[in-house]
C-alpha cells in the first residue's frame, strides 16, 4: 500500500488529493475543521501550549471537541471524532496528567505535535499517544523542519510528518528550505534509511490552491496541509476586517517577514531559539526596523484600538499574495483538489 493510500485508510472520510488544515491557534475552531471534514478534507483543531489547568486552554480545548463532534453528527460517544489536535510541545509539563484525559474521552483520529524544547518531550510522548489511542487507532504526526527532525521522529516512532518549509505563515525552523529541497530530501532519507517503513508526508508551507497542491504531490508528498488559505474562509471567528487584509496582501514574499519580533511584541515569545515566525509586515515591524524599542513597540500595539489592524500580528505564509477573495471552506478544499487533478492530467497526457 503506497503512503498516499495509508492516508486514505487511516481517515476514510477524506478525498484525494488529501488536504488538512494547519492546527492555527486563535483560528481553528470546531466550526472550521468541522467545515473542512466535510468537504474531504482533515481539520486539525489548536490544542494548547500551556496544559495546566490554570490557563484554562484544555477547557476550551474540550468544548470545541465537543462542538465538532456535534456538527459533524457524531452521536456514538465511541466514535472516533474524524479530526485531530495540533499541540506546541514547548513545555510538556502537565500534558500526560491534563491533556491525555481529554484525547480519551473524545478520541480524535489523529495529533500533531511541534517545537519541543529537546527530542526526549517527543520521544517519550509519542509512544505514550499511541498506547493511549490504540483502541481508536489513534495516528501521530510531528511536524518538522529539516531532515535531521524528520529522522529523529521517524525513529521515535511517528506515524506521519508533515514536512514544513520556511515560506509557510506562523512559526517555523528560523534556518530552514522550501519545500522545493526539502520535501524531496526527505522523502530520500526515507527511502534510503527506513525501507520497509511507510511513512506518510505532508508537504506545508505557501501553498494556496490546486497548483501548490500538485506541485507538493510531485516533489513527493502524499497529501498537504493549509494554514493561512483557510484564515480567509467563511467559517473562521477572524474578524471581517482581518480576512479582508489577507485579501488585499500581494507579493508575499516581500510583504510577509520570518521573524521573532512578532512575538516579542505580543507576549509570546515562549518559543526556542530555533523557531521564528512568518506574519504581513505591518507598522510594529516596521517600527522595529527604524529603531523603536521593543518597550515601546509593545506600548502601541497593546494600546491600539480594537479595529486598529495595524499593529496586530497577522501570521501569514509568503503565498498570502494568491488569496484573492473570502470562500467558504468547501469551496477552496473541493477547488484545490479539482484544480489538483487537472494539472496532474494535463502534464499526464503531454508526457504521454
Request: charged share 15%.
Amino acid at each position: 500500500m503506497s503512503s498516499t493510500n495509508i492516508l486514505s485508510s487511516w481517515f476514510p472520510h477524506t478525498t484525494t488529493p488529501f488536504i488538512a488544515s494547519g492546527p492555527m491557534f486563535f483560528v481553528t475552531t470546531a466550526s472550521l475543521v468541522a467545515a473542512v471534514s466535510d468537504a474531504g478534507g482533515f481539520g486539525f483543531l489548536a490544542g494548547c501550549y500551556d496544559c495546566s489547568p490554570a490557563s484554562g486552554q484544555i477547557r476550551a480545548l474540550s468544548a470545541e471537541l465537543t462542538n465538532a463532534r456535534t456538527l459533524l453528527k457524531i452521536q456514538d460517544p465511541k466514535a472516533p471524532v474524524p479530526v485531530g489536535i495540533g499541540f506546541i510541545t514547548v513545555n510538556t509539563d502537565g500534558f500526560l496528567e491534563n491533556a491525555m484525559p481529554v484525547i480519551a474521552a473524545h478520541r480524535p483520529a489523529a495529533i500533531w505535535l511541534f517545537a519541543p524544547k529537546s527530542r526526549a518531550q517527543h520521544a517519550s510522548l509519542i509512544p505514550a499517544l499511541k498506547t493511549a489511542g490504540a483502541e481508536w487507532n489513534l495516528k501521530v504526526f510531528v511536524q518538522v523542519g529539516t531532515v535531521a527532525a524528520a529522522r529523529e521522529a521517524v525513529e521515535d516512532g511517528v506515524d506521519a510528518l508533515v514536512v514544513q518549509g520556511v515560506d509557510a505563515g506562523g512559526h517555523q525552523w528560523a534556518q530552514g528550505a522550501g519545500i522545493v529541497s526539502l520535501v524531496p530530501e526527505v522523502k530520500d532519507m526515507l527511502v534510503r534509511e527506513f525501507a520497509g517503513k511507510e511513512i506518510p508526508i505532508l508537504a506545508a508551507g505557501g501553498i494556496m490552491d490546486g497548483r501548490g497542491v500538485a506541485a507538493a504531490l510531485v516533489l513527493g508528498a502524499d497529501g498537504i496541509v493549509m494554514g493561512t488559505r483557510f484564515i480567509a474562509t467563511e467559517e473562521t471567528a477572524t474578524p471581517a476586517a482581518m480576512k479582508e487584509r489577507y485579501v488585499a496582501s500581494s507579493d508575499g514574499g516581500v510583504s510577509t517577514i520570518k521573524s521573532t519580533v512578532h512575538d516579542d511584541i505580543q507576549g509570546t515569545g515562549f518559543w526556542p531559539s530555533v523557531y521564528n515566525g512568518r506574519a504581513i509586515i505591518g507598522a510594529s515591524y516596521q517600527d522595529f526596523v527604524n529603531g523603536v524599542s521593543i518597550e515601546d513597540n509593545i506600548a502601541k500595539h497593546n494600546n491600539a484600538g480594537e479595529g486598529d489592524l495595524s499593529r496586530k500580528i497577522l501570521w501569514a505564509g509568503s503565498g498570502v499574495g494568491l488569496i484573492r477573495s473570502v470562500l467558504s471552506t468547501k469551496d477552496v478544499v473541493i477547488q484545490s483538489q479539482k484544480e489538483a487533478k487537472e494539472i496532474l492530467g494535463r502534464i499526464n497526457r503531454v508526457l504521454l
